[in-house]
């Protein structure tokens, strides 16, 4: 029961399906402050409840329903019910969706998700097979589950995102000081001063900057070094070395606002990218089982502190990759791998 009560998450890469970032956690007392995405979010509710804040108003999303947020659109994330709430996520590139899109569906423009929050377990199930084929190794199968659910989800729930162009001069200045944040990252300059540098008063540009981004400067500018940092721990860079390079006074200042961003401190992100290096050239090991006596056994991490132990086995059953049966399934599925 204890087990149960406690918060994990593992967010990883698997080298055969580039561009796309992957998650599995429960999450109890996690709060996920405002923040963007690169990537899309496709996030598979298993238990409990979400509820996160989108596009001026709370959403919720329930066992057999799909968080969906598209690529640079502000949203919190916290637990809906006491128990809080276990999921599974993949994060697609925005390339990745507009290949799959324009193989497999007839959107024109650029292709987005028009609700934050879907009901559909066949997809749900589909996200969770494609985290469990990477765990396995299983790349055929990891890919072409992905591209059944991205392409059912963007059949039932797509359409074209609406041109982001800078015509109002309130966006034009948002724009000004965003550039102006992006350079001096490190040492950004105050909301008076900043104001001052681009011919405007600090209430002026805040409300542009509000209205156009969706958050603050101050709110933006962390975001942004959570960001920058990621790449940088990507790129092989350690934490402390990465907090200073962004702007953050020290690393436990980097681990507060990666936690509250990504979902896991930086250690245990960064330790996962570099397994995914490790295996580069090896042979073909599962990322999170192994093989014991016969059985089968799945391990996560948790998310208390960095050096968190392995979870209990959640399951010893071997995966089956088939696409889930009955009603939902959709008879035009690309490739469908139940075949």
Do not use: C
Not at 74 to 79: D, E, I, K, S, V
Not at 92 to 104: F, L, R
Not at 144 to 151: E, F, I, S
Not at 194 to 223: C, I, K, N, Q, V
Request: no cysteine; glycine share 10%; charged share 20%.
């Amino acid at each position: 029961m204890a087990e149960s009560r406690k918060e994990r998450a593992r967010h990883w890469k698997y080298d055969e399906l580039p561009g796309v970032d992957l998650l599995r956690a429960r999450y109890i007392h996690k709060t996920f402050v405002r923040h963007t995405h690169e990537h899309f979010v496709i996030a598979a509710i298993a238990d409990g409840v979400e509820v996160f804040h989108h596009g001026g108003g709370d959403q919720y999303a329930g066992a057999g329903s799909l968080a969906l947020v598209n690529p640079d659109t502000p949203h919190t994330g916290r637990a809906g019910v006491p128990e809080g709430w276990r999921y599974g996520a993949v994060y697609p590139s925005p390339e990745v969706v507009a290949a799959i899109a324009a193989e497999t569906t007839t959107l024109r423009g650029t292709p987005g998700f028009v609700t934050p929050v879907l009901d559909d377990p066949y997809t749900v199930h589909l996200v969770h097979q494609v985290l469990r084929a990477t765990d396995e190794g299983n790349a055929l199968a990891a890919d072409t589950l992905l591209r059944v659910a991205v392409t059912r989800l963007l059949r039932l729930n797509g359409g074209a995102l609406p041109r982001r162009e800078v015509r109002t001069a309130g966006a034009r200045l948002a724009a000004r000081a965003r550039a102006v944040l992006e350079e001096r990252m490190s040492g950004p300059p105050t909301l008076e001063r900043l104001a001052a540098e681009l011919g405007t008063s600090p209430f002026a540009l805040l409300r542009a900057f509000r209205d156009t981004y969706g958050m603050p400067p101050h709110t933006w500018l962390t975001d942004a070094r959570v960001r920058r940092a990621r790449r940088l721990l990507d790129a092989g860079t350690v934490p402390s070395e990465a907090a200073h390079a962004v702007g953050f006074t020290d690393q436990p200042h980097l681990n507060r606002h990666f936690s509250r961003i990504v979902g896991v401190p930086p250690g245990a992100y960064q330790r996962e990218r570099k397994n995914v290096q490790d295996a580069r050239g090896g042979l073909l090991v599962p990322s999170g089982a192994w093989q014991r006596n016969g059985q089968q056994h799945s391990r996560t991490h948790g998310t208390a502190r960095e050096g968190s132990r392995t979870a209990r086995t959640e399951s010893r059953t071997a995966p089956s990759y088939a696409t889930p049966s009955g009603s939902g399934s959709p008879s035009d599925s690309p490739g469908s791998p139940s075949a």
